[in-house]
């Protein structure tokens, strides 16, 4: 079965850094561009970060360019993305999706 597990989320200051991964498995990693979606407190689920299935291409939303930072290691079937100068803003779920399939989320709280 197709099983996307994240961790690392958190409480965290405004200005600080948090890494967030998913662990993936029940396919192919190294065929599946990866991507984290977000949802806040009362507002619609958002795509954050997107990566190609060999790396080479990311996307990202305009609201996190030059703070977020998406990755993958695919000998370890896990995807990260690394949240820097992070913003009250940027409290939400964090999900990883791939396969047309989702994560159950870890929750990122920016507060001081």
């Known amino acids: 079965q197709v099983q996307l597990v994240e961790s690392g989320g958190g409480l965290v200051q405004p200005g600080g850094s948090l890494r967030l991964s998913c662990a993936a498995s029940g396919f192919t990693f190294s065929s599946y561009a990866m991507s984290w979606y977000r949802q806040a407190s009362g507002k619609e689920r958002e795509l954050v970060a997107a990566i190609s299935s060999d790396g080479s291409n990311t996307n990202y939303a305009d609201s996190v360019k030059g703070r977020f930072t998406i990755s993958r290691d695919n000998a370890k079937n896990t995807v990260y993305l690394q949240m820097n100068s992070l913003e009250p803003e940027d409290t939400a779920v964090y999900y990883c999706?791939?396969?047309?399939?989702w994560g159950k989320g870890t929750l990122v709280t920016v507060s001081s």
């Open positions: 999706y791939a396969k047309r399939r």
